[in-house]
């Protein structure tokens, strides 16, 4: 089968001041192949009964989504992980007609890596500052970057914190031209097998009705990479200032095992081709697992690992599907067969991102001035929950009977 996937797409949350999220649903697309293989065996009552053993492929990915947001004036800005480092951020910034100033302080933890500067520059004058700095430690790193412009009066301070508990990243001033950008992408894979037992019935005219039933067990996992990435304006000076990033990998492995059933009705209209509608019920346990590893960037100045994520889910699932196909048959006791087909699943398990706390306390901004304490606190967390999905598209498969 070729078509979108249906899953139901994790929630992704970067956090701003407003408390705004940039969410993306991840559309799949992709193919699912199967091959049968058929026995026919002595039934109860001298009716014919057929084993049929089905295995399928499922393959699909999204394309990369992206979301860019530019700052274009006075603002504040803020970026967390899921987890909080422990530290503190102070950014200030000031203009008037005879100077442009920004200053901050950045330290980690009570007695972990610290960072203090100003940058001033003298107003109506061309030209401008930008500096930054990094302190890095045993329990992680401390950055602050300023930026000043004498002519137009711009002033801009950005920090941040890093250790294994997460990350913060914080802006403040005349920050234009600073730009956030979140890229997403997933992919999916299924392994799917049933053994249906079936049995076929002739029904008035060139009708015919095929009903069965059996076990079946499958595999999917789901990965989702996503990243934000941080670029700082430099202002009117040519001086590169580090991008900073936070990278985050989400995986979702699920084992199904249950029950199916399937039934078709089938008629003849050529010589060589037959139409065959189709219908199927499943319901199964499901366990799922997921995992979740998180990185921190300082362009320049390496990875740092964050505090792994982890959750654990089961219950039962149920699905339903309907097809048409067209089938034509081949030589010793093959099929091939074409159509279209769509299939409806509920409890399906998926991530979604669980705000641990509302308003923000610890944080406090003016727009030119900021203060962010960092706590070491848990700011949203990933727990495996369950939803509804698709799937649909062409499909194209191979029988063979022995």
């Known amino acids: 089968m070729v078509g979108k996937i249906g899953f139901p797409p994790p929630e992704a949350d970067s956090f701003t001041p407003s408390g705004r999220s940039a969410n993306f649903d991840d559309a799949l697309s992709g ?3 199967t091959l049968s293989h058929g026995w026919q065996i002595r039934g109860p009552w001298d009716r014919p009964l057929f084993l049929a053993l089905n295995t399928g492929l499922s393959l699909a990915q999204s394309e990369e989504k992206v979301l860019n947001s530019v700052s274009s004036g006075v603002s504040s800005m803020l970026v967390t992980s899921s987890g909080d480092p422990v530290g503190r951020i102070d950014l200030e910034t000031a203009s008037d007609l005879s100077s442009s100033s920004a200053s ?4 980690l933890g009570d007695a972990g890596p610290t960072i203090s500067s100003t940058a001033i520059s003298t107003g109506g004058l061309p030209g401008g500052i930008s500096q930054f700095a990094v302190s890095s430690g045993d329990d992680g790193m401390a950055f602050l970057a300023l930026t000043t412009e004498g002519q137009s009066g711009a002033a801009a301070a950005y920090g941040a914190l890093v250790d294994d508990r997460g990350f913060t990243f914080l802006g403040t001033g005349d920050t234009r031209g600073t730009s956030i950008t979140s890229r997403r992408s997933a992919r999916f894979r299924a392994f799917e097998q049933d053994a249906i037992f079936a049995t076929r019935v002739s029904l008035e005219g060139d009708w015919g009705m095929t009903a069965g039933v059996g076990p079946m067990y ?11 990435s941080i670029d700082i304006d430099e202002g009117a000076v040519d001086r590169e200032v580090p991008d900073l990033a936070l990278l985050h990998h989400d995986r979702i ?5 249950g029950l199916t059933g399937a039934a078709s009705v089938s008629r003849s209209i050529t010589r060589n081709w037959t139409m065959r509608l189709g219908g199927g019920l499943g319901v199964s346990r499901y366990w799922s697992e997921y995992t979740g ?5 300082v362009e320049g100045f390496g990875l740092t690992d964050l505090e792994a994520q982890s959750d654990t889910l ?15 048959p081949l030589s010793k006791g093959a099929s091939l067969s074409l159509g279209v087909s769509a299939q409806y699943s509920g409890a399906v398990p998926t991530l979604e991102n669980r705000r641990s706390h509302g308003r923000r306390d610890n944080l406090a901004s003016s727009g030119t001035n900021s203060r962010y304490e ?3 606190e848990r700011n949203f967390a990933p727990e495996l929950t369950t939803r509804d999905s698709w799937t649909y598209g062409l499909q194209l498969g191979l029988t063979q009977v022995f």
Not at 218 to 228: D, M
Not at 253 to 257: E, I, K, M, P
Not at 314 to 328: C, D, K, P, Y
């Open 374 to 376: 960092a706590r070491g």
């Open 314 to 328: 089961s219950g039962i699932s149920f699905n339903t599907q309907a097809s048409l196909e067209f089938v034509r």
């Open 104 to 107: 901050g302080t950045v330290r």
């Open 31 to 33: 193919g699912r192949f």
């Open 218 to 228: 499958s595999q999917t996992k789901y990965a989702v990479r996503r990243s934000i």
């Open 293 to 297: 590893s998180s990185q921190a960037l």
């Open 253 to 257: 492995d699920t084992r199904y095992a």
